[in-house]
């Protein structure tokens, strides 16, 4: 009783491909999820175009406003609590 796992992959004509892209950043193992008509990383907040050439990044709202721009999230916060 051999049965084939469905949902993981999706066969496309006889290539295995992944359904979902894994994040260039966080790199492989951490997919990107998939929204309609753009992927986005969960993890670091990267997000990209499916039909786009490349992700349009957001500028900054306010004008007189100069913020340095800090990164989302640290990739390992390991502060000791005290
Ligand atoms: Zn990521």
Known sequence: MA?????????QGDALSRTHKSCPKC???????????????GRCGYSESKGGPA??????????????ATPRSPPA???PAA
């Not at 990107?32 to 753009?38: K, V």
């Not at 500028?59 to 007189?64: F, R």
């Open 27 to 41: 790199g492989p193992g951490v997919f990107l999820a998939e929204h309609g008509n753009r992927r986005s990383c």
């Open 55 to 68: 992700p349009k990044v957001k500028p900054a709202k306010s004008v007189g406003e100069s913020k340095p």
């Open 3 to 11: 049965k084939a796992r469905v949902g993981l992959y999706s066969v």
């Open 77 to 79: 916060a390991s502060s």
